[in-house]
């Protein structure tokens, strides 16, 4: 039989396999294991030891939602201490200690607040400066921080990390536990400064508390697991996409490596990526991960626990999304009774449910139990934070568009303005309305709200015929959302999130330039059509605009030679990643173990990047101020490097309706025209006449869109010879050289060759925005002049090529013949005129005595368009392009497949393919570029953005010109067209006036069709 000491030491070992168990998010077979610790303790009257155990066992039953057994715990631990230890003994304070955690947990966190204090008094009596002080003080920082006191919050917080250094010896400090209290500190500081909206701070503490686990763990370490965890939380504030799923995935892979697929945490980092991926409205992606939540969260708890409930709640939520109502409200009402039955129906945590019932019996069109919905969840609220706080912002806005629905405006107004007042109570700066909208804690929440708010200005002018005070109201509102858009894209480092927000631009601008179009209408004053203007141009290519910008940014603010090498290796070593990734994910039955070693890989890349990147802005302020200078042009700066002869005309379509802006030397306005509802189906039949070489169907579809398009501003184009082009939406699919004007009669025309185009009228070019056909003007005018010096590119036809001819090379005249050995596999079919295409455009300028280069076949590799193409004023490439109809930056150009000849990391250049990401890392000072391929222009249409191509990917790599495909281009006229084309620009034309020569030179020969010349577009000058 074991002695009273054996017995004790087995009691505290029972409680360290309680704790271990625990951590294990074993609750139950912990508890049992601290149960028998407690009836050692009890037996042998180790009252402090007792007192303490139950005070765990309470903390068990907590997480097991056992509130009930939970205060029983803590009530008898308060009367065994009150009855058997002194008065102010030390086990007080972590009874005290655990009646807080218990409030706190019902969400009652005065009551908390009232023992947390109790428990620092007792610890402060009993001069105990220990660790168990140093978490008082955290969970009174934690409960100021739920009633809404983050000044207090931060002082406890910053008090705790004082404490630190002023109580616990050197030695103490460095203990495991201390620096995992204070890295818990930084957690806590980093939550505060995310509910007041400074994103900066947020993130700042979460990668200091990272850095501090990474110092004391592997990289495998459920700490180092939460830190991922919380920074992808960071980005959730401000939904940047990516980010949110790098950290969550990372954290989500971490776990899964500690505990196995069913634990709490891994169904946790479930749930966080089905959050994620509600930001770019992939909501099967969503579903996906919140079944797999609910799965985990079913299989650990049961029916019956607040994580299920979340789980139901999340997935009626999806529903909604859905437009799937009563599958939606029959998960809310599962979720409901659960969290109802196990917490009370007061309890904080039922105000999201409400909020989302809200929504579901809105979208089943039950106003009044949606309106009763949104009003239990702000009296919820209010019970729990009173009646000012920033978490009542989301249900009075839910309420606003309740009544917006509904055409009730100025009640939408109302809230829509009660949480405006709500978001901005605790800003720093209540003067400055943007400053205040930037520290709110979910800036995209908040932009909706302020979005709706204009939205309902401008509808109740519309239908109740109030006064132009409604519209100025609402386009002074649009402008803010438009300032917050910009301000929350400079917190994004990664292109894919900024094209998602790109989207929230595109209902703002629309409903701004009807209000302001309204305006211009009632007051005739052409200032309105300059805010038109103003709102049409912030809704597209701002993210490529800021790319450009990011270019000349880390030229000018002299970044040093070796960090911007080193970004170089990091973006390719990216994409290449990236690419690998997107591969395997793309194959019916992909690798989950490759593609995690390839997450794991793209995860370090990114970290790396994003480094580098805070290095830049923080080393270098002057690369900050340049990068995000990105202001759109107005109509008079603009007009000031207009000729007398050329127009810019700006589409912008709408829902309804198409805007169209023209821009002259000495004019400008704006016409309006009904949206047909067959308008996609124009510009789609416009591609089949050409594919089909259907005459008829050409003439109609050419003739309708030309009537829609131009026809409204045909007479301030008279006597202009030049049009800019701007297009939206699928006008970017549209060549516009083939539009055929009403006023002529087509059908006395034979043939395709004969038919009245656009072209026999004007140069056609085009641009993404005004804004940026300015800035690559700006740039082409202040560029070095170069010589005029030619690369050609053409791999001809992809397989082994012993002997020939592959490599041309001229300097000042002389010729040097290169020959290559190297291998290909046949893949594609041949190109042969591309090889003559090339080598007549290489023998113009090798007849001028300028330098040029042509590489064929085998050497006309990845490799060599790298190396090669940053020294030339004029590039090339021949040869076959492709879309990638799942993922689009897989899209891209074929090379020659010859294996890299680089020394190191070859893989990244292993493939003939060079993709649109890969065409980003070009480095390239060319003044024009010719992709001679089908589709060169041919990706995913991106709201706001355009066509996500290849040929955005070059014109991003520096080139100042970019001519490209618009459909398949036969191999033969196209070689014709371009030689053309080359054989004008060295006869000292315009880009512009030499395609349109060219073109026009191919409609003169016999059976010319559209499909020989229209297919080249311009973007530039």
Known sequence: MKTR??????????????????????????????????????????WKDYVLTIVDIGGIEIKLTHTKEALKSYQKALETAKNQLPPKHEAFRDVYNGFGNYYCYLNNYQKGLEYYEKALEVSEYCQKKDFD???????????WGFAGQYSKQLENLYNALQFIEDYLSTEERKTLKVQQAIAQLYNNIAWVHGELGDFQQNLAYHKKALALR???????????????????????????????????QRALHIYQKIFGDKHYDVGRMYNNLGGAYESIEDYDQQLFYYLKSLEIHLHLYGEEHPFVARCYSNIGYNYIYKKDYPTALQNLLKAKEIRSKLLGAEHFEMANIYEKLGKCYDGLQNRRKGKECYEQAIQIKQKAVGSQHPILAE????????????????????????AIDNSTTYSKNKNSSLNTFQQHRFSRLFLKTISQKGKAHYLRHIYMNTGIEDLKEAIETFKTAIQLLDYIRTNFQIEFSKLVLSKSATEICEYALKAALKLWEQTHDKHYIEV?????????????????????????????????????????????????LQQLQSRTKPNPTAILQLQEQRFKHHQKYEALLEKYETTYPAYFQLKYSAKTSSIEVIQQHLSPQNTLIEYFIGEEQIYIFYLQKEDFGLQMMDKPNNFKDLIEQLH???????????????????????????????????????????????????LIPSSKTPQAYSDFNQLPYLIHQYEILYHYSATTWLYCLQKQME??????????????????????ELAMTTHRGNSEVVRSNEEGVVALQQLPNTAIEVKEVYNLFHDKKLDAKAFLYGTASKQTLIEEAPKFKYLLISTHGFAHNEHNNLSGIYLSNLPSIEPSDSSHHEENILTISEAYNLELSADLVVLSSCGSGVGTLQQGEGIMAINRGFLY?????????????????????????????????????????????????????????????????
């Open 532 to 580: 038109c203007f103003y709102f049409s141009e912030k809704n597209r290519a701002m993210v490529l605009l800021e790319a450009l910008k990011d270019t000349e940014a880390k030229l000018t603010a002299n970044i040093p030679t070796d960090l911007l090498e080193e970004e170089k290796e990091i973006r390719t070593a990216l994409t290449f990643v990236e690419k690998k």
């Open 783 to 804: 560029s070095p002049t170069q010589s005029d010096s030619f690369l050609g590119i053409a791999p001809v036809n992809f397989h082994k090529n012993s002997g020939i």
């Open 957 to 1021: 790599a520096g080139a100042n010109n970019i001519i490209f495909t618009q459909f398949d281009i036969p191999d033969e006229a196209s070689s014709q067209l371009v030689k053309r084309l080359f054989e004008g620009v060295l006869a000292g034309k315009s880009y512009a006036a030499a395609l349109r020569e060219a073109k026009l030179s191919l409609l003169k020969e016999e059976h010319s069709s559209p499909q020989d010349w229209a297919g080249f577009s311009l973007i530039g000058q």
């Open 5 to 46: 000491t054996e017995q004790i030491q087995l009691a505290h070992q029972y409680l360290s396999e309680s704790s271990k168990l625990q951590f294990q998010a074993k609750y139950v077979e912990g508890m049992e294991l601290s149960q028998k610790a407690t009836a050692i303790f009890l037996q042998y009257q180790q």
């Open 395 to 418: 249900s009075y806005t839910l309420l606003g568009n309740h009544y917006l629905y509904q055409d009730k405006f100025s009640k939408a107004i109302l809230f829509f303005q009660k």
């Open 214 to 248: 990474k110092s004391l763990f592997k990289e495998n370490h459920p700490d180092i697991a939460a830190s991922y965890s919380n920074i992808g939380g960071s980005y959730t504030l401000i939904n940047d996409f990516e980010k949110q799923v790098l950290y969550f």
């Open 133 to 143: 002080h140093l978490r008082i003080y955290a969970n009174i920082g934690t409960c």
């Open 688 to 738: 089949h006449s050409i594919a089909w070489t259907d005459e008829e169907l050409l003439i109609e579809s050419a003739t309708n869109l030309y009537q829609l398009l131009l026809q409204p501003i045909e007479k301030q184009l008279r006597n202009q010879t030049q049009l800019i082009i701007i297009r939206d939406e699928n006008l970017h699919l549209l060549p516009f050289d083939l």
